[in-house]
């Protein structure tokens, strides 16, 4: 998160769109179904859009069925679990014929799960509208609709600031990558201190809401990795991460250095920032929105780069 940021690349805003659709109205019946082994109780909610059915709890999971359920249809569910975060919601629900479809365009009337449907992966019913979020790591706290959901910087416990500068950096590398292992989607003025969080209320540059949408933006990912790594607090955006921290030439460039998208040494024109972890490859969180904006890949930008690197540990 910076002060002036260009446009973001990524989905469409319609197609990440946050299904305002779910938040209103109810259409939900109990029917008894009888399979071969057991009766199970179908919960009927309806679709606020075309829904595939896939064969997991995650948008990579293989369709089973394009279009199963068309917009207005009745979506038979039996049961809900947390799965991948898709399109503002990690809520998936599991229909009569074993397949799953995401929450967030099944009109259940909650925003969180459903008093009354239970679990599916302990059977044991809802009792409540959702769960919360306190930047924490459990599937259930990527629900960004609670009251209690915490947006924008958050804080959390200081991380060590003892050992030797190889074992800090590596300790700031690896909480960074615990990161990339999770779902995190990118999420402007999202994380901090204490990990991820929802976004904030501000529309971000590229134009996205993403106030319903957990995970991290670039400098709150950066934030987390040196505060709870090494216990450094480097800032929390790139105008004032890049000028907290000591500049070093990029012939000089090693292993948990932060590089910055900009121009020259203007703190203010700075637009993006990323760990180096060696081999040039860094660790980021960038759009395009979606499960994985926290990844590794390989350093780009050449020409768009700040003229000095950043080194907190030295």
Known sequence: MTTRRPLVTGLSVAAVSIGVAALAGCSSSNVESTSSSKKV???Y???TAALNTRAGKSLNAKVVTADKYKKGQKVPVVCQDPGEYAYGSNIWDKTTDGAWVTDVYVRTGH???????PRCSTGTSNTGGGSTSSGGDTPGSSNCYSSAAVHGRN???VGSRGGSVTTRVNRVIAVATAETEKVRSYSWGAGGKGGPSCGIASLSPGGYNDYRRYGFDCSGLTLYAFYKGAGIDIGANTTQQYSRGPKKSWSSLR???LIFWGSGDDIYSTTHVALYIGNNKIIEAAPPRGSHSVHVTTLYGSGRHTAHVIRFIK
């Open 41 to 43: 109780t179908a919960h």
């Open 45 to 47: 909610f309806v679709a």
């Open 111 to 117: 925003t969180g799960f459903v008093p009354g449907v």
């Open 155 to 157: 804080n959390g416990a």
């Open 255 to 257: 292993k948990g250095d």
